[in-house]
């Protein structure tokens, strides 16, 4: 089975991002297919906020669930919460991933989601 995932995150702290990418590809009998938008395949053609908005969800309407890293940074994220709207708007599943060692993790996002792993 492969899962269809978008993976929220920020572009300010992609060492979080690429570790939980890597921590998914360290299993060989997880298939999984990537919907986020990385930074090295930004979406180009988005000319405002709106745009961006409307590209971000139809790269999100493709996944089956939305897993968000929980670090402190997602509270202040103008775009992880959008895109926690989105998601719950879509009617998707969001997992929230917390970093092993965090002292701290946001609680917009542990409020926002179905599962903390």
């Known amino acids: 089975m492969t899962y269809n995932l978008f993976i929220s995150h920020s572009w300010s702290y992609l060492g979080a991002y690429d570790g939980l990418i890597n921590l998914l590809n360290s299993n060989p009998y997880f298939n999984y297919k990537n919907y986020s938008v990385p930074k090295s395949d930004p979406i180009h053609d988005a000319e405002d906020d709106y745009q961006l908005k409307e590209a971000i969800k139809n790269q999100m309407q493709h996944a089956s669930c939305v897993l968000i890293l929980a670090g402190i940074y997602s509270t202040y994220s103008k775009w992880i919460n959008i895109e926690i ?23 917009v996002v542990k409020n926002a989601v179905d599962v903390i792993v």
């Open 85 to 107: 709207e989105l998601a719950q708007k879509m009617g998707k599943k969001i997992i929230a991933v917390e970093p092993w060692d965090a002292e701290k993790t946001s609680r």
